[in-house]
């Protein structure tokens, strides 16, 4: 089971506790930033595109307390940045362990068999480490090459000293489906409790504006990847936020189901736009004008987002609000495989995009140079 029955329970009590509350919107996972810093340069990342001055600032692990006790969200995103260049990250980590929250920490794992020493196991703690494909592709899309294996020795580490570990992946325009899927095998093999997918979103700091999917394109590309499912696959998200990537459910988006918490205090509206800041989560929840956000709202800065901070927050609310919701997630759960003769097709006529004949045209010429 990717999820534990703990963490499970946690999560369906909670969501259960709003709704006889009455409260319409609730956070269900905070994104905790304590740094911007980090060891890579990823193309599809603007974390590192601000000033060095910011750069070498963290937040304290007192802040980070502060914002999970006044936020309330039974689990704890911990993304950056890279949060294991946080100078206090364990006594962060153990911290929110004695809170009893669920924390996902995420890595590119390149210091994760180094710093794996700094933490104990628990069912509170997952290492999400950041993959974005096999091999070459992953390499390419952080820019450093033997990336991959680096953060493969890391996953192998962490789950042979019996660490929870996942795997967190963003596709982009171009992405090859029969690779995303050999991709899922591989990490299945490394012994990954789930894997975790979102389509990247072309957000203002981004330096590569260029690759981001439209919502049709997303709709094909997800249905081409997880219709005809291998049953040994297991996924670290709600099997509807699936189905929504698959096009076969709709949702609107939640950005306070997941609100963030930085360096410069609670972000407005959510883990990717920036329009301003509240010094409070009372005040995020109470200032922010939330209908200017969202697919449904007109706004270009939403319309092709369908990323999983956004929506999977619409998913989970949508399983414990109804008996339709509930249902669907039970038979989403039991009937997983999803056999569609059109996605088999679709794996077998994918052409490559731009982008990604340029790196095959970059990579025959290294080799070219190389057998010379």
Not at 148 to 167: L, M, N, P, Q, S
Not at 190 to 196: A, D, I, P, R, T
Request: aromatic residues 12%; charged residues 20%; glycine residues 8%.
């Amino acid at each position: 089971m990717p999820v534990p029955v703990s963490q499970m329970w946690t999560v369906a009590t909670y969501v259960l506790k709003q709704r006889f509350q009455g409260r319409r919107r609730y956070p269900l996972v905070l994104m905790l930033e304590p740094l911007f810093r980090c060891n890579l340069a990823c193309s599809g990342c603007g974390k590192i595109q601000y000033p060095a001055h910011i750069l070498k600032a963290h937040l304290t692990p007192e802040e980070c307390f502060r914002a999970v006790d006044e936020c309330g969200a039974p689990m704890v995103s911990i993304p950056g940045g890279e949060p294991l260049m946080h100078p206090q990250i364990a006594e962060i980590v153990e911290g929110l362990i004695a809170r009893g929250k669920y924390i996902y920490l995420c890595t590119n794992a390149l210091l994760l068999k180094e710093k794996i020493g700094l933490f104990k196991p628990s069912k509170y703690l997952t290492f999400s480490v950041h993959m974005d494909g096999q091999r070459e592709h992953h390499d390419f899309s952080v820019c450093k090459e033997g990336g991959y294996d680096i953060a493969a020795v890391g996953i192998k580490e962490a789950v042979a000293r019996g660490f929870r570990v996942t795997t967190n992946t963003t596709l982009f325009d171009g992405a090859d489906p029969k690779s995303v899927r050999a991709f899922f095998d591989e990490m299945m093999e490394l012994g990954v409790e789930g894997m975790m997918l979102s389509p990247g979103y072309s957000y203002d700091k981004a330096p590569d504006q260029q690759h981001f999917l439209g919502k049709a394109r997303t709709r094909r590309l997800f249905n081409a990847i997880l219709s005809n499912r291998n049953p040994k696959w297991a996924f670290n998200l709600s099997p509807l936020f699936l189905e929504y990537l698959m096009g076969k459910r709709d949702y609107t988006c939640t950005p306070w189901g997941m609100p963030t918490f930085n360096l410069f205090g609670w972000q407005k509206p959510c883990y990717l736009l920036q329009d301003g800041y509240a010094d409070t989560f009372a005040e995020l929840m109470e200032s922010t004008e939330w209908e200017r956000y969202g697919t449904e709202s007109g706004n270009p800065k939403c319309a092709n987002c369908m990323v999983h901070s956004g929506y999977e927050a619409s998913a989970v609310h949508d399983t414990f609000n109804s008996w339709h919701g509930f249902k669907a997630t039970v038979r989403a759960t039991l009937f997983s495989k999803y056999p569609d003769p059109e996605a088999l097709q679709q794996l077998e006529q994918h052409v490559p995009h731009p982008w990604e004949l340029v790196h095959i045209k970059q990579d025959q010429i290294e080799r070219e140079e190389v057998r010379q």
